[in-house]
């Protein structure tokens, strides 16, 4: 089983087009948005951190995480 982030999707989505609105957005350092947005490291983020992006990004942690 494997972690997925659909960051990528949601930016397109909500028409957000750089990392600084993204973080300005979650409160999220850029290291773990540059990290979510390409997909590493993802089993290092803490729950904590993927609320926020939720909560920034008006999305569930359904519709940012897939876990396959």
């Not at 990290?35 to 490291?41: I, M, V």
């Amino acid at each position: 089983m494997t972690l997925k982030c659909n960051l990528r999707k949601l930016m397109y989505e909500h028409e957000i087009k750089t990392f600084a609105e993204v973080i300005r957005l979650t409160g999220v350092n850029r290291n773990t948005v540059t990290n979510l947005y390409h997909g590493k490291r993802l089993d290092k983020v803490q729950l904590g951190t993927y609320i926020k992006v939720c909560d920034g990004l008006a999305c569930s942690l359904e519709e940012l995480l897939i876990y396959e």
